[in-house]
């Protein structure tokens, strides 16, 4: 059984930085992709951030480039999300999800595997 915990979410200032983990067990991941995906209010799911197991191959919602980065620590199977310069609008319950692949996709949907989310909330 695959398994996804989400730790590090909080509340920043504007302009803060917040570091969330995204612990995995189960199965072996290297034939994964692991995405980051975003949640807020009233809105539909969105793609943030994705990365190959191997981290050598990563990419980034156009809204979080230069100020978020994922990587991944594979002797902890955990991925990380390097969140800077945060702003109010990145305010929202942040997920991690594992695809059974080692293509990367934005799509929601082809994420077979999803944490429980982690709030993150930046004040003004």
């Known amino acids: 059984q695959v398994q996804l915990v989400e730790s590090g979410g909080g509340l920043v200032q504007a302009g803060g930085s917040l570091r969330l983990s995204c612990a995995a067990s189960g199965r072996t991941f290297s034939s994964y992709a692991m995405g980051w995906f975003r949640q807020a209010p009233g809105k539909e799911r969105e793609f943030v951030a994705a990365?190959?197991?191997?981290?050598?191959?990563?990419y980034y919602a156009d809204f979080v480039k230069g100020r978020f980065r994922v990587s991944i620590d594979n002797a902890k199977n955990t991925v990380y999300l390097q969140m800077n310069i945060l702003n109010p609008e990145d305010t929202a319950v942040y997920y991690c999800a594992a695809l059974l692949e080692r293509v990367i996709v934005t799509s929601p949907y082809e994420y077979a595997y999803w944490g429980q989310g982690t709030q993150v909330t930046v004040s003004s």
């Open positions: 990365t190959d197991w191997s981290g050598d191959s990563t």
